[in-house]
């Protein structure tokens, strides 16, 4: 520490609270903002990971790193019309605000008129995330407090569905392992505040709120 420069390694673990809004309104099977926002609710979420942080100065500091986030999404019940696609087929597909989930199970071959009861279904979506951020040192000492902010990419590794429904009398179970219309990257602004406190010279223990807003909207090509 006696240094003018050094650098710090942080593990960190939080969970997760999920929300979103709409930036436009589109229609498909007749339904609305209000249907999605009635139906999906957050799940259990958590991320975590491990920040470096290189000090330039007593006040700021560059941090970066790579972070693993496990986002969940709980579906309640909901009515699937069969609707025809690009290709003229009818498909059974449910929208959600991350995309359109089709069931395709095998024997399942809907047509006009047709419905899908869903019953209940978890969405999840991992993603790995680097972060670039700026730090400011508000006080140090035992006790410190800083904020920072900056932008991070993030990848989306795994997305899935798991779902229970009734058609023509059946009860099913699929799971989808691919929501049509999620972009594999997207971008956030990240913000924070700390605060932490020194154990030793070698360990703080650090409690840090983190806003992460996204830039861009997570899908494309898709009803929302």
Known sequence: TSKKHFITISPFFSADHISGRFVEQYEYDHE???????RE?????????ALAQYRMN???????????SNAGVSISAASVNALKDETGAYKF????????????KSGITPTAGDTLLVTGAALNLQYISIPVLVKYNIHAGKLKLSAHGGIAINK???D?????????????????NKIQGIKRVFFTVNAGVEAGYSISRKIDLSVSPELRYGINSINKSTPV
């Open 32 to 38: 609305n903002e209000s249907d999605y926002q009635r």
């Open 41 to 49: 609710k957050p799940d259990f979420s958590f991320t975590l990971g």
């Open 58 to 68: 007593n006040k700021f500091s560059i941090l970066s790193g790579l972070s693993f």
């Open 93 to 104: 597909k449910l929208a959600t605000s991350y995309g359109l989930v089709e069931f395709s």
């Open 156 to 158: 989306i590794m795994s």
């Open 160 to 176: 899935k569905v798991e779902a229970d429904y009734t058609v023509q009398n059946n009860s099913e179970f699929e799971t989808i």
